[in-house]
């Protein structure tokens, strides 16, 4: 099993382009996550889902769309880019939805914005 | 709301040595807390957590972690260092809302030999 699966690794972005970062999983998980690390702010969510078709604002939305088609599929898009959303985007996974199920979590994606 | 704080960004500690990292809570229900680990250029991986079991929680890499409610506070330890466990530690706490997290803002881990 690959788990949970980001693309791409690096991508550097003029202002005002647009991109989509994949995720994939294969541990059939319906609760899907996206946040964003910036350096000594930890983890802020940015959207999420419980389920294919389904999918919420988390922390700080704004500026991206999500949406969910099928269980295994959650990518990220931004539309307009600014310097504001470089950041290391990380998407995860939980199967159940306790409070205390472990989240998974893919290796990141590196978004320069110039 | 829930929410953590950790205690210092940066930690570093000589081989061998014992190993403290801090982690406060704030919760207005029962909390559940996790310990995460982050090597360079690597995704988060779950150490160890608590779900309101056992107040001491034993996790990989001989980590462990003790619940303190009338601290609220949940520190992770190591006994003695070794070189790999330089990293990122992440503490967080499990939402009401979302079935997110709420994280700290890290701690670097670094060992020196």
């Known amino acids: 099993n690959a788990g949970v699966t980001q693309t791409p690794k690096f991508r550097i972005l003029k202002i005002g382009q647009s991109m989509t970062l994949q995720c994939a999983q294969d541990?059939?998980?319906?609760?899907m996550y996206w946040y964003r690390q910036d350096p000594g702010m930890g983890l802020k969510l940015i959207y999420y889902?419980?389920?294919?078709?389904?999918?919420d604002k988390g922390e700080v939305p704004n500026g991206y769309n999500v949406s969910r088609s099928t269980t295994e599929d959650f990518p990220l898009r931004l539309e307009l880019a600014a310097p504001s959303q470089t950041s290391v985007y990380f998407c995860a996974t939980k199967g159940a939805s306790g409070r205390s199920d472990t989240q998974y979590f893919g290796p990141g994606t590196r978004l320069t914005v110039l | 709301a829930q929410s953590v704080t950790q205690l210092g960004s940066h930690v570093s500690v000589s081989e061998g040595a014992l190993v403290l990292l801090r982690c406060n809570y704030s919760s207005s229900v029962p909390p559940y807390l996790f310990w995460y680990v982050q090597y360079p250029n690597q995704g988060l991986q779950l150490l160890l957590k608590y779900t309101s079991a056992a107040t001491l929680v034993k996790g990989i890499n001989g980590f462990e972690a003790e619940f303190k409610k009338s601290e609220t506070s949940f520190h992770l330890t190591k006994p003695s260092a070794h070189m790999s466990d330089a990293a990122e530690y992440f503490c967080a706490v499990s939402a009401m809302s979302n079935n997110d997290m709420r994280f700290g803002a890290g701690t670097r881990l670094t060992v020196k030999p």
């Open positions: 889902s419980v389920g294919a078709g389904i999918t």
């Open positions: 541990m059939n998980h319906n609760y």
